[in-house]
């Protein structure tokens, strides 16, 4: 079982930049593709961004493509988030998860990631 814990949220004018990190104990990281998801406040949770176990490929929503990038450290057994040009809707807290299967690589639901972390909030300031 990976455990997931997220970190790097903050208060963030808008147009500003923040790197999220999530940390995975265990050695099966590198086997799992994983993801990020973001709740807004009243709001379901929703896809972002995930990347292959070899970090070769990514997909993103579309509210974030172009301004948001996912990358992994497999070394270090850690998956990052860089957002640039934050906007106040981007205001959530959020949260890494892995891909349950890699047979599920390109879904957006949540129902086929797990393993979710606690959350860290990013908050942008208009």
């Known amino acids: 079982q990976v455990q997931l814990v997220e970190s790097g949220g903050g208060l963030v004018q808008a147009g500003g930049s923040l790197r999220l990190s999530c940390a995975a104990s265990?050695?099966?990281?590198?086997?799992?593709?994983m993801g990020w998801f973001r709740q807004a406040p009243g709001k379901e949770r929703e896809f972002v961004a995930a990347?292959?176990?070899?970090?070769?490929?990514?997909y993103y929503a579309d509210s974030v493509e172009g301004r948001f990038t996912i990358s992994r450290d497999n070394s270090k057994n850690t998956v990052y988030l860089q957002m640039n040009s934050l906007k106040p809707e981007d205001t959530a807290v959020y949260y890494c998860?892995?891909?349950?299967?890699?047979?599920?690589?390109?879904?957006?639901?949540?129902?086929?990631?797990?393993?979710w972390g606690q959350g860290t909030q990013v908050t942008v300031s208009s």
């Open positions: 990347i292959r176990p070899s970090g070769g490929s990514t």
């Open positions: 265990g050695r099966t990281f590198s086997m799992y593709a």
């Open positions: 998860a892995i891909l349950r299967r890699i047979t599920d690589w390109g879904s957006a639901e949540e129902r086929d990631f797990g393993s």
